[in-house]
């Protein structure tokens, strides 16, 4: 019989993000067996790497079977040892680096620590910059130097515009504004005066009503704001309205966070200003 | 000699994000090789592949050497017809879901687009409540629910409060709020009223006061509050006054926004709330 329940450890010597987004995406391959997931980051010493394994250990003789280990650790001596674990140990940089060496005609440098974006200061300032700029401009809260915009977001309250401009500026340093329809916009059935001269840069947001319908009532339970009619008359007008000025949009019922900023970095060509 | 440049892809069935930062973190190891990056997200049919794999023979005869080529691709038949581009190519999934099927005694399912969040209701839920939870509590705005906090950051105007705050929401679903320690604070050399009930909670952040003076800088040219001394004066100030309060700190100008969110959700031992 399968196992139904296993321990699992991300260990790095970073922040561990990059291995626990991977792990967890294989892990998400294998239905019916939980997983009690685990971080382990900044292990960057062999005394770090030996208090880790033996974390490891306990776990291993806690009753879930074997623990199963996803490393990226680019130190040689630190693998080794955290290899020495009672866990299936798999890393991710041994087995590419190798190749990737064979491949380059080049040695890689086994530095700690280069991931992220600390070192690379043109990249931390798009990063700031483009959050700054989401926060001034999120939920229409001004119209001032929307032409630096990379993207503006529109679509009634509540559709997902917020989260998806703080994504975009955070994980890919694009400046993003996001404005809401709202009812006197389909009264007039005309976008709000701001964003006429931007239209090239409009991207939409929907949702499907019922949806909104308990976003809405969890922020202001039993309003005519959550109403299901009211929010089945505002998803229909904004669907209407972006349809007549050619406003694409995408659905944020059954898309994440990631796959509405990607499919927008994708529809616009827009190029990641950080990593 | 080895390559001065080369052209990568990351292809990806998904969003592409996590091949993304995997592979950017292998290229992060070699020095001296530029590398120009694309990324091609949604790759989830064998003709999507093929036209991905008309992009990539044409980046093959650019001059840029042999295309290298990242991938997460579950389907196999898909995986198949990118592994025919003239192109170097390492696929993630390939080389790990054999031996995870094998460690598990079962079967992978194979199940394109697993890897974010819009199917976790949950998660999703509690990355909007974190978010907004920041966006209330930003910059010492409300001290309305600051018990429901799971950490609150202090530190001077400009010390990185703001997307470290985002970032743990967007990511983790873990609630920040922050307060600024201004200088009426360091006069009476105490905490803000409202953080003193909620000491426990607290995470300093400090700056060096060279780059914090071209941060403001930035911010308000030639003002006292980007003067060079007046940096030294607020960050020392800050620094005694979290000394005093026993509020441990970081430093964000050696430390990415990830790597001090990665040490928050370890010095609290805070679990992530969604993935």
């Given at each position: 019989m399968?196992?139904?329940r296993r321990t699992v450890f991300f260990v790095s010597d970073g922040t561990g993000i990059t291995v626990e987004m991977l792990g967890h995406s294989l892990l998400t391959q294998?239905?019916?067996?939980e997983f009690d997931q685990m971080t382990v980051p900044f292990i960057d010493s062999v005394a770090k790497a030996e208090a880790c394994v033996a974390r490891i250990n306990e776990a291993a003789v806690s009753?879930?079977?074997?623990?199963?280990?996803?490393?990226?650790?680019?130190?040689?001596?630190?693998?080794?040892?955290?290899?020495?674990?009672?866990?299936?140990v798999l890393d991710f940089f041994e087995s590419f680096l190798d190749p990737l060496e064979a491949e380059f005609g080049a040695k890689s440098t086994h530095t700690i620590g280069r991931s992220h974006s600390a070192r690379d200061a043109k990249g931390y300032t798009h990063r700031i910059d483009a959050i700054n700029f989401a926060l001034a401009h999120d939920d229409g809260a001004s119209s001032r130097d929307l032409d630096k915009a990379d993207v503006i977001l529109v679509g009634v309250s509540r559709s997902g515009k917020t989260p998806t401009s703080l994504y975009l500026s955070l994980q890919f340093g694009i400046r993003a504004a996001n404005c809401p329809l709202i009812p006197e916009d389909f009264d007039r059935m005309s976008l709000p005066t701001a964003l006429?001269?931007?239209?090239r840069k409009l991207y939409g947001l929907s949702i499907?009503?019922?949806?909104l319908r308990e976003i809405r009532n969890e922020r202001r339970p039993n309003s005519q704001?959550?109403?299901?009619?009211?929010c089945r008359y505002e998803v229909q007008q904004a669907e209407k309205l972006m349809s007549r000025e050619g406003i694409r949009w995408a659905n944020s019922t059954t898309k994440s966070i990631e796959e509405i900023a990607t499919t927008i970095m994708q529809e616009f060509k827009l190029e990641r200003r950080a990593y």
């Open positions: 399968p196992d139904r294998f239905d019916g067996i009753g879930n079977g074997r623990p199963v280990v996803f490393t990226t650790l680019v130190n040689a001596e630190i693998r080794e040892t955290v290899r020495k674990a009672e866990a299936f006429q001269a931007h239209r499907a009503p019922e949806r704001y959550a109403d299901l009619e009211n």
